[in-house]
């Protein structure tokens, strides 16, 4: 069971405590990856394991607590690391919440399982849905529900071909420590604000960057190295930090990919995947 991996461009958190938990999550806007985790159950003795390695991967294990499965072996292939900013644990946790809805006709509820997983972890608030969704994807509201209202938007692409959504990961962050923290919570949802009206006015791949771009920089969760790689990279479509990694990406058109691959140490090579 393939799930993409998916790059948060920028996003605003909606996190009351009195709301249901499918109503938690976050609004923004993303893509997804051509690059991603394949995830397999086979019989076993109620293990988890990522590329090759037994973990005990909690976003993974709270949608098999959901289930009452038992005898299990989780395998999860990824292209990417874990805490990189590309979703991985929401690929994980949604791929394995599918495997465990398909044979009874639920698949309805792996959605919902995989987030409530991602939001009691702290490890995601909006990229399950966008991984479901697949592509450049905008999210007008936060949460499941909106999934089934239709306020999850998938934007075309003209000529998608000719782009390349190129990574680099520098290191490691953990999503929670940001988005359980109030003074980013507060940076984050006072820079976020405006920017989604304004990828919705202009919905094109160079607004989402110039936007994301804004987003990294000014909310200050963007170091002084990735800024200065992202203005290194000025002459693409643009670039920015994966949300929320130390990881950047960058989205160009393919006369400019061997310029940028000039410039990064370790690129890896992706395209948008719908
Ligand atoms: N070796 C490991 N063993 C167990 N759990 C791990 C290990 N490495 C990472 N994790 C867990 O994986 C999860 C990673 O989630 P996190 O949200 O930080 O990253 P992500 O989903 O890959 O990227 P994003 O920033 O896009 O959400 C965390 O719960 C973290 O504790
Ligand atoms: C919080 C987040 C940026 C982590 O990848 C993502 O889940 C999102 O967009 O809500």
């Given at each position: 069971?393939?799930?993409?991996?998916h790059?948060?461009?920028?996003?605003?958190?909606?996190?009351?405590?009195?709301?249901?938990?499918?109503?938690?999550?976050?609004?923004?806007?993303?893509?997804t990856?051509?690059?991603?985790?394949?995830?397999?159950?086979?019989?076993?003795?109620?293990?988890?394991?990522?590329?090759?390695?037994?973990?005990?991967?909690?976003?993974?294990?709270?949608?098999?607590?959901?289930?009452?499965?038992?005898?299990?072996?989780?395998?999860?292939?990824?292209?990417?690391?874990?805490?990189?900013?590309?979703?991985?644990?929401?690929?994980?946790?949604?791929?394995?919440?599918?495997?465990?809805?398909?044979?009874?006709?639920?698949?309805?509820?792996?959605?919902?399982?995989?987030h409530?997983?991602?939001?009691?972890?702290?490890?995601?608030?909006?990229?399950?849905?966008?991984?479901?969704?697949?592509?450049?994807?905008?999210?007008?509201?936060p949460?499941?529900?909106?999934?089934?209202?239709?306020?999850?938007?998938k934007?075309?692409?003209?000529?998608?071909d000719?782009?390349?959504?190129?990574?680099?990961?520098?290191?490691?962050?953990?999503?929670?420590?940001?988005?359980?923290?109030?003074?980013?919570?507060?940076?984050?949802?006072?820079?976020g604000?405006?920017?989604?009206?304004?990828?919705?006015?202009?919905?094109?791949?160079?607004?989402?960057?110039?936007?994301?771009?804004?987003?990294?920089?000014?909310?200050?969760?963007?170091t002084d190295?990735?800024?200065?790689?992202?203005?290194?990279l000025n002459?693409?479509?643009?670039?920015?930090?994966?949300?929320?990694?130390?990881?950047?990406?960058?989205?160009?058109?393919n006369?400019?990919?061997?310029d940028v691959?000039?410039?990064?140490?370790?690129?890896?090579?992706?395209?948008?995947?719908?």
């Amino acid at each position: 069971m393939f799930v993409p991996s998916h790059i948060t461009g920028f996003f605003k958190i909606y996190k009351d405590s009195n709301k249901n938990i499918l109503q938690i999550g976050s609004i923004g806007a993303g893509i997804t990856l051509n690059k991603g985790v394949d995830t397999t159950i086979t019989k076993g003795d109620n293990e988890i394991y990522f590329n090759n390695k037994k973990i005990n991967l909690r976003p993974t294990i709270e949608v098999i607590n959901q289930c009452n499965i038992d005898n299990y072996k989780i395998s999860h292939k990824s292209d990417f690391p874990l805490s990189s900013g590309l979703g991985v644990s929401g690929a994980c946790a949604l791929g394995v919440a599918n495997l465990l809805n398909k044979d009874n006709n639920k698949n309805n509820n792996s959605l919902e399982m995989a987030h409530i997983s991602e939001v009691k972890c702290g490890t995601g608030l909006g990229d399950v849905i966008a991984q479901r969704t697949k592509g450049f994807v905008v999210r007008e509201l936060p949460g499941v529900p909106n999934f089934k209202t239709q306020k999850v938007q998938k934007i075309s692409i003209k000529n998608i071909d000719n782009y390349n959504v190129v990574v680099e990961i520098l290191g490691k962050k953990e999503t929670s420590q940001i988005i359980n923290n109030p003074q980013w919570i507060e940076k984050i949802n006072k820079i976020g604000d405006e920017l989604l009206l304004k990828l919705l006015k202009n919905p094109t791949l160079h607004n989402f960057m110039d936007l994301s771009y804004y987003f990294a920089k000014n909310t200050g969760l963007a170091t002084d190295k990735i800024i200065n790689i992202c203005n290194d990279l000025n002459f693409t479509v643009g670039a920015s930090q994966a949300m929320l990694g130390n990881t950047v990406f960058c989205i160009c058109e393919n006369k400019d990919l061997n310029d940028v691959l000039s410039i990064l140490n370790n690129p890896i090579i992706c395209k948008i995947y719908q």
